[in-house]
């Protein structure tokens, strides 16, 4: 590894400190009421000559599954259900262990009733699936790119699978939004950021990097965890689905970049790595929800430094990467280069995830029964 190519945190991410609230807060939307946004894609579309099907068989078999894997967004799930916000949100709460995120004495959060606790958790629950359907828009058109970047056939047909999963995703997120929440966000700063980032990136295997095995396998955690977590069963059977195709979706990032990966020099290797943390950095600042915090009216940089403080909050942070640093590990990214990436990931003390199972190795947890699938 050459010296000259590791740039500085700051170069990375704009900050030095990568917990300085401050400068993460100062990153905001800009452009709340543009209806299209325009990204430079910087790729060449490859074809390629060689048809031969199941030259990668990990691939074609994912591609299988896949096909017998769709449901169908109308017609598989209640959305018959009524749902009360506020009463998700104490149910929540009896979860949690109360409604307070926090003790508010002392704080600029000292007057609070219930009232404005519960309106926070209403609109955290707007905020999440606000991001959630943003991301999901974010994957449908990263893996649209990958149909056209990637130079294997068999991935080339599997992407195109993924293609369907993430339409299905935004259009059930944006129903749920629509139709059983009350208000949507737009999209997060540092997610903008990171989803732009990896647009941007001519090279192929940095799509799958970013999305597949970042963003995805973030989000993968961060459903599980919610789905475990809450009692609305629309919501709950919705993630159930959503789960099923993401897991398929992060076994693909990790199938296809082991082997374009084995054959990369350190140099290159180190690229992937810094990446691959500037994404996990960004990713940590958009579940912070700053914007909520903005529309409850408080002083938004008290509000995180307390909220963070909280051992749920904390937890929640932690898990997100329980998929990650796992699947990072098996692509051979922690320890190449003197160990560079398990640093970081030491760092913002996530490394303890790193023996738990990788996406590839536990993905048939994930799979739905055909009974599941009320349209086939
Ligand atoms: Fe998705
Ligand atoms: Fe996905």
Redesign the pocket.
Known sequence: MSLDQERTTEDMIGRADVNDIEAILAITNTDRDAVISVVEDNSDAIFTWDYKKGARPSLEKLYEKAKHSMWDGEKDLPWETEVDQEQVVLANADMNGGLLEFDPAGTPFAKWTDKEWIQVGIESQNWTLSQFMHG?QG?LICTAKIVETVPWIDAKYYAATQVM??AR?VEVFAKYLDTKLSGHYPVNAHLKMLLDDIVNDSRWDMTYLGMQIMV?GL?LAAFGFIHQLTTEPLLKKLLRY?MS??AR?VAFGVLSLQEFYEGLSDAEIFERQQFAFEAAVRMRDRFLQQEVWERMGVPVKDALELVMGTPTRQMFQMMLFSKVVPNCKKLGLLDRNDKWLRHRFEEIGVIQFEDWADTASELDGFALLESDIRST
């Open positions: 999901e994957a999963d993430e995703h995805e989000a959503v195709d993401e979706h």
